[in-house]
Structures are given as structure tokens and as C-alpha cells.
């Protein structure tokens, strides 16, 4: 994994997650196949194999580059911006 620039930017430490799963999906009455935190913010979203893609959608409303995986055992991060793991 390399750094971006982004990475740098994140607060520390790491957000507390908002809730436990995608509340989008949750207020529509979708499923999420994996989900995904916010490192800015601790927003929770789906990921882009989810119906909604609300991690997405996240990111291109408030331009928060950086989330990771929030599954178990996952500990992965991705960069909207850089379109790469960092």
C-alpha cells in the first residue's frame, strides 16, 4: 500500500463509526453487501457491490477522499480521489 496525500489530511485518531451499518440503506429498505467508514468523518456507507452505493455517494457530496473497509478482519483503506488503496 502507498501513502496519498490524503492520507496525511485524516484526523487522528481514527472517527468513531456513526452507527453499525448503512443508515441509507437502512431508510430505504436496502441491503448492503460490505460496508465502508468514513475516515473523516465516521460516516458509514455501502460499498459500491451494495444496491446504493452510498460510500460513493458520500464521498461525491462531501468530498471526504479516504475510507476504509469496515468488516471484520478487513482493515484496508481507498482513496476516491487517487482511485488506489492506501
Do not use: K
Amino acid at each position: 500500500m502507498s501513502e496519498c496525500p490524503h492520507v496525511g489530511e485524516l484526523p487522528r485518531p481514527e472517527p468513531a463509526p456513526l452507527t453499525d451499518t448503512c443508515p441509507e440503506c437502512l431508510a430505504v429498505g436496502s441491503h448492503p453487501v460490505q460496508l465502508r467508514l468514513c475516515l473523516v468523518c465516521g460516516h458509514v456507507g455501502c460499498c459500491d457491490s451494495s444496491p446504493m452505493r452510498h460510500a460513493s455517494a458520500h464521498f461525491r457530496e462531501t468530498g471526504h477522499a479516504v475510507m476504509r473497509s469496515f468488516e471484520p478482519g478487513q482493515v484496508w483503506r481507498w482513496c476516491f480521489v487517487d482511485g488506489s488503496i492506501v
